[in-house]
């Protein structure tokens, strides 16, 4: 993290001397907006720093989506010691244009000075993405990721935050699979409750039952599913009392008064059980 530092501390020397010029539509710009941010420039140069935050403040008036002098007044602000302006104006750069590169890596080394080394990372890894492969920046780019890829804090803090996204998927998958079970064990109750009413009470229990083996994570439909079975239950051994008699009323009209008695057998065996119930 020494060696870090030290590049650090070379290259805010470097921003400080050499003015980013943009590759972003220069030659549009108001000639004022120009002017005012070379003035800027050469007076911070001089440590002029109030005369260069005003006339980085006349040049964003006339041109208020001039990246390249919020990243100017970025660097001003660091030096400055002013951090939460640092952040605002690196940050303002890259919604203006997420193209940018200096302010990616200035972000990159004003977190890696704080010790932020995530945000840090991020950064880099934003200006190494975006960068051409072979170019100056992008090599020092792959440089920090390489050093911060081994640094012990930052490895616990990747696998902390991959720890706490797994469990996220963990639970976002069991609430999926809760919310599947119960929508499918309430389709069941529906197919049942229908199938009750239309009198089809054997079909309709095999539906209840199905809800129920689901076992839901709902109280409510698990009560209604068991109160459903058993109405279900008494209503098909009524249904077969009742065939049952009609059976052996059929028989007696036929003079097969054997045959209507097992009948009525049949028919007072369910009866009896139905009042054993009550």
């Known amino acids: 993290m020494v060696k870090l530092r030290a590049m650090r501390h070379f290259l805010v020397c470097v921003f400080l001397i ?33 005369n260069a935050f005003n006339y980085y403040q006349k040049a964003i008036h006339v041109e208020p989506l001039y990246v390249e002098v919020y990243n100017d007044l970025g660097v001003l602000y660091e030096a400055m010691g002013d951090d939460d302006n640092v952040v605002k104006m690196y940050t303002k750069a890259l919604d203006i244009d997420p193209q940018y590169l200096p302010a990616y890596t200035n972000l990159a080394f004003f977190h890696e000075k ?53 469990e996220e998927q963990l639970v976002y998958r069991r609430e999926q699979t809760r919310l599947k079970i119960v929508e499918e064990a309430r389709l069941r109750f529906k197919a049942g409750s229908s199938l009750f009413l239309k009198g ?64 009525l057998k049949d028919a007072f065996s369910v009866v009896s059980d139905i009042s054993q119930k009550l």
Do not use: C
Request: negative net charge; glycine residues 4%.
């Open 18 to 50: 050499l003015p980013f010029f943009s590759l972003y539509g220069e030659d549009d710009l108001d000639e004022r907006a120009k002017v005012y941010r070379q003035e800027g420039y050469r007076r911070q140069s001089m440590g002029d720093i109030q």
């Open 114 to 166: 704080k010790g932020d080394f995530e945000k840090a990372s991020y950064y880099w890894q934003k200006r190494y993405e975006l960068g051409e492969e072979g170019q100056y920046w992008w090599e020092v780019a792959k440089q920090h990721l390489d050093q911060l890829e081994l640094y012990p804090p930052l490895v616990r803090l990747r696998q902390d935050k991959a720890a706490r996204e797994l």
């Open 200 to 263: 089809d009470y054997t079909a309709a229990i095999k539906e209840f039952q199905i809800a129920k083996f689901l076992n839901p994570p709902d109280e409510e439909l698990k009560a209604k599913t068991d109160e459903f079975i058993e109405k279900a239950e008494d209503m098909l051994e009524k249904k077969r009392a009742l065939n049952y008699t009609k059976e052996a009323l059929d028989y007696i009209e036929n003079d097969d008064f054997l045959s209507a008695g097992e009948k």
